[in-house]
Antibody
């Protein structure tokens, strides 16, 4: 069973806008933070930011604030990542992931369910 | 630029034991935030391997084990198998950055 499903690969030109999606099929979707993680070609994982669907609270990494917009829609159990003006340097694989935590109060914050990734290619 | 440092690569023969280190600092691992590990097989999404320093999610073989001491952590793979060839990442939270941070990643070759 696929619990987190992302939208398909995209090919865009510099300056174009784009919105990719991440649908959660697990229970209590709105009460888990959903994070977005970038992986540039041949590189490591970078946390971009995350959204809490229940109240649309959003946190951004300093590196990505102002560069992307994160949102969620509880009526469809879907989170989104969007750009208003893509650059070639945005070419990467983007993963969404559910952030879980330790219910016993320990400072454990980890990503336990991942989407399959959305490859975004920006090229003229 | 990551605040968590891992060796770029480790290798071992089938059946051997390898360990991957993750070195952080006083605002992340050393501050008591849990360390979590992910396995990324070629061309696939990361998969949670260890959470809360040394806990394995259901389905992860007990060949994988985690540990933490001060501002560092490590994951060990015992009885190395060909299917363990992958990239491995540690992850924690950094209170100074207010951000979730990943390690630089380690490629394991069998």
């Amino acid at each position: 069973e696929v619990l987190v499903a992302q939208s398909g690969a995209e090919v865009k030109k510099p300056g174009e806008s784009l919105k990719i999606s991440c649908k959660g099929s697990y229970s209590n979707f709105k009460n888990y933070w959903i994070a977005w993680v970038r992986q540039m070609p041949g590189k490591g994982l970078e946390w971009m930011g995350m959204v809490f669907p229940a109240d649309s609270d959003i946190k951004y990494s300093e590196s990505f604030e102002g560069q992307v917009t994160i949102s969620a829609d509880t009526s469809t159990n879907t989170a989104f990542l969007q750009w208003s003006g893509l650059k070639a340097s945005d070419t990467a694989m983007y993963f969404c992931a559910r952030r879980n935590y330790d219910s016993g109060g320990r400072n454990w914050f980890f990503f336990d369910l991942w989407g399959q990734g959305t490859l975004v290619t920006v090229s003229s | 630029q990551s605040v968590l440092t891992q060796p770029p690569s480790v290798s071992g023969a089938p059946g051997q034991r390898v360990t991957i280190s993750c070195t952080g600092g006083s605002s992340n691992i050393g501050a008591g935030y849990g360390v979590h590990w992910y396995q990324q097989l070629p061309g696939t999404a990361p998969k949670l391997l260890i959470y809360g320093d040394n806990n394995r999610p259901s389905g992860v073989p007990d060949r994988f084990s985690g540990s933490k001491s001060a501002a560092s952590a490590s994951v060990a793979i015992a009885g190395l198998q060909l299917e363990d060839e992958a990239d491995y990442y540690c992850q924690s939270y950094d209170s100074r950055l207010g951000a979730y941070v990943f390690g630089t990643g380690t490629k394991v070759t069998v």
